[in-house]
T-cell receptor, first 113, second 114 residues
C-alpha cells in the first residue's frame, strides 16, 4: 500500500507558470523527500525536508511540510519544458535496523511551450 | 549518471522461469534498496541491505529473494515468474544504514513476462 498520495494525479501548465503538487501521508515520519522521474528512467532526488522543518528551498523548488496535517507541497516556480516528468513524494520511516522509504502515487507534470 | 549500475536493462522471459537482476551501488555506498514499479501498484519497496545484512523488508513476495555480496553488489532473484511480475525493477543505494539520506537510483531493469 502507498504511504503517500499525491494530488493532482496529472497537471498541465504553460512554460513560465508555477506548478504546485501536494502530498498527504498517513503515519508519523522522520523526513519527507521529493523525487523526479523522467519517463521510464530512474528516480532523481530533488529535496529532503526533516520532520522538524517547515519549509525548504532549492533553486526553483520550494517544499513545505505540515506534520500536523500530514501533508507536504512541492512548488516549482517559472516552470520549463524540461520540468516535464513525474514527481513523487517519499516518506521515511525507521523500521528497527533500517529505513523504509515509501513512495506516493506521483503527479505527472507536463509543461507546454 | 547516479553511479548505480543495473543489469540487464531489459529482460523478456516466460511464465514459470527464474531471473536474476544485478545492481552495483555507488562507490562507497553500503546500503542497497530494491523497488518494483508497475502501473497498477506504483513504486513498491521490496527490501534493503546494509553491508551484506538485510535491514528492512517491504512487500517482497516469497518467490523473490535478494542478497548483498561482500563487494557490496546486490542481486534480486525472481522465480516462478507470473505475468503480474512484469515491471520495472529499480535498485538504489545510499551511504546510510538507515534514516536521513537521499537514495541514488539506477536506470532500472525492465522485466517482461510472457
Amino acid at each position: 500500500s502507498q504511504q503517500g498520495e499525491e494530488d493532482p494525479q496529472a497537471l498541465s501548465i504553460q512554460e513560465g507558470e508555477n506548478a504546485t503538487m501536494n502530498c498527504s501521508y498517513k503515519t508519523s515520519i522522520n523526513n519527507l523527500q521529493w523525487y523526479r522521474q523522467n519517463s521510464g528512467r530512474g528516480l532523481v532526488h530533488l529535496i529532503l525536508i526533516r520532520s522538524n522543518e517547515r519549509e525548504k528551498h532549492s533553486g526553483r523548488l520550494r517544499v513545505t511540510l505540515d506534520t500536523s496535517k500530514k501533508s507536504s507541497s512541492l512548488l516549482i516556480t517559472a516552470s520549463r519544458a524540461a520540468d516535464t516528468a513525474s514527481y513523487f513524494c517519499a516518506t521515511e520511516l525507521f523500521t528497527g535496523g533500517g529505513n523504509k522509504l515509501t513512495f506516493g502515487t506521483g503527479t505527472q507534470l507536463k509543461v507546454e511551450l | 549518471d547516479s553511479g548505480v549500475t543495473q543489469t540487464p536493462k531489459h529482460l523478456i522471459t516466460a511464465t514459470g522461469q527464474r531471473v536474476t537482476l544485478r545492481c552495483s551501488p555507488r562507490s562507497g555506498d553500503l546500503s542497497v534498496y530494491w523497488y518494483q514499479q508497475s502501473l497498477d501498484q506504483g513504486l513498491q519497496f521490496l527490501i534493503q541491505y546494509y553491508n551484506g545484512e538485510e535491514r528492512a523488508k517491504g512487500n517482497i513476495l516469497e518467490r523473490f529473494s535478494a542478497q548483498q555480496f561482500p563487494d557490496l553488489h546486490s542481486e534480486l532473484n525472481l522465480s516462478s515468474l507470473e505475468l503480474g511480475d512484469s515491471a520495472l525493477y529499480f535498485c538504489a543505494s545510499s551511504a546510510y544504514p538507515g534514516g536521513t539520506g537521499e537514495l541514488f537510483f539506477g536506470e532500472g531493469s525492465r522485466l517482461t513476462v510472457l
